[in-house]
Structures are given as structure tokens and as C-alpha cells.
């Protein structure tokens, strides 16, 4: 069965920081991986997908997350925080074509200092 | 515009009292699903459809109902609302499961007194 791990529930940053999310998978087949971000009063927005083409894949506002095979990872950074990024971030795994989609982890509630 | 629509986006309701929270989508998507969101648990899902008339449980089904009659519309039931039912509830849609990417409504928070 297919899980995600998000280590960390709340993380703080200075403006100009790098950000960087944790997100562990386990997954008995190569999985899909998401991160999708909740800004407050709204619904999930997708920030990015791995579908085993390349290994780092870019998304929207700067973000980037990397695919790591061998540490069964998909952390999510950024190079500089900006304040707009303050929201909660949701690792999430689809190890199957039929059923249930999405396993989400239980977020990462960012909050970026001035 | 491309979108999911729940009604409504805030209940109070009472311990007892049937619900129906509706879901429509206008992008033609196969597959729709209801997630509840809670403090420390991320989201968890409910129930979800493949097509028309095609239910199947989630996660966490007790105490809910779906159904699928037309490909647009997937409401969620609560016959016996309790309070441990009070949560954020969101619906999602997609063209599939696997790769496709989750349309996400804007959420409906509700309260079981």
C-alpha cells in the first residue's frame, strides 16, 4: 500500500531563505508524486508531479522537487522564500492507474518571517 | 472557467440531521472523490467514482454516502450527521486516477453541534 510521510508540520523561514519540505513515499510499484499547496480559505492547487520522466522536476512560483529512487524521497525547495508563500504544502502519492488516486501526507504548514 | 463547485461552503447543522453536500464539475472528468481535511491528518478520502454509477469506498466511508447519476454531479450524504463528523470536506475531480492531476473545490466546512 502507498503512504507519504511529511516530516515536520509547521516550518519557519526568513524572507530570501531557501525553503525545503520533506516528503517521504513508500510504494510497492514506481509511484506517481505530487505536491500541491493550500492557501488559506482555498481549495489545493497542484504545485508540481513526478511521472518518471526526469528526476527534477520544476513547478509553478520557483519551486522545484527532486526524485530520490534510493531514499524513496520527493523534498520540495525553493532558493528564496517569499511572504507570498506562506500556505500548507501536501506531499502526495498514486501508485495506480484504477482505484484511489491520491494518498496525501498530513502537511506542512510554512510560515515565512519578514 | 474550469471549475468544481460545492455548496454549500459553511454548515452548522445538529447531531441527526440528513445533509447533502453537492459537488459539480464542468470539465467532463471521469473521476470524482471527496476528501475530509483535519488538524495533523492531511487529507483523507471518503469516497470515489470512476464513472457513472461506479461508487467505491475510500479511507474513511462510515457514515457517508455518494452517488453517480449523472458524470457532473457527486454529492455527499450524511444520513446521521455526528459531531465527529465535523471537518472540512473537499470534492476533486480528474480526467483519471494514476498520473491525472485532482481539480480541488474550494472546500466546505462543516460543524456538527
Known amino acids: 500500500a502507498q503512504s507519504v510521510t511529511q516530516l515536520g508540520s509547521h516550518v519557519s523561514v526568513s524572507e530570501g531563505a531557501l525553503v525545503l519540505l520533506r516528503c517521504n513515499y513508500s510504494?510497492?510499484?514506481?509511484?506517481?508524486l505530487f505536491w500541491y499547496v493550500q492557501y488559506p480559505n482555498q481549495g489545493l492547487q497542484l504545485l508540481l508531479k513526478?511521472?518518471?520522466?526526469?528526476?527534477l522536476v520544476k513547478g509553478i512560483n520557483g519551486f522545484e522537487a527532486e526524485f530520490k529512487k534510493s531514499e524513496t524521497s520527493f523534498h520540495l525547495t525553493k532558493p528564496s522564500a517569499h511572504m507570498s508563500d506562506a500556505a500548507e504544502y501536501f506531499c502526495?502519492?498514486?501508485?495506480?492507474?484504477?482505484?484511489?488516486?491520491?494518498?496525501f501526507g498530513s502537511g506542512t504548514r510554512l510560515q515565512v518571517q519578514p | 472557467e474550469a471549475q468544481v463547485t460545492q455548496n454549500p461552503r459553511y454548515l452548522i447543522t445538529v447531531t441527526g440531521k440528513k445533509l447533502t453536500v453537492t459537488c459539480s464539475q464542468n470539465?467532463?472528468?471521469?473521476?470524482m472523490s471527496w476528501y475530509r481535511q483535519d488538524p495533523g491528518l492531511g487529507l483523507r478520502q471518503i469516497y470515489y467514482?470512476?464513472?457513472?454509477?461506479?461508487?467505491d469506498k475510500g479511507d474513511v466511508p462510515e457514515g457517508y454516502k455518494v452517488s453517480r447519476k449523472e458524470k457532473r454531479n457527486f454529492p455527499l450524504i450524511l444520513e446521521s450527521p455526528s459531531p465527529n463528523q465535523t471537518s472540512l470536506y473537499f470534492c476533486?475531480?480528474?480526467?483519471?486516477?494514476?498520473?491525472?492531476?485532482?481539480?480541488f473545490g474550494a472546500g466546505s466546512r462543516l460543524t456538527v453541534l
Open positions: 470539465m467532463n472528468h471521469e473521476y
Open positions: 510504494s510497492s510499484v514506481p509511484p506517481y
Open positions: 476533486a475531480s480528474s480526467y483519471g486516477a494514476g498520473a491525472n492531476v485532482l481539480t
Open positions: 502526495a502519492v498514486s501508485e495506480d492507474t484504477g482505484r484511489r488516486a491520491l494518498t
Open positions: 513526478y511521472t518518471s520522466a526526469a528526476t
Open positions: 467514482s470512476m464513472n457513472v454509477e461506479v461508487t
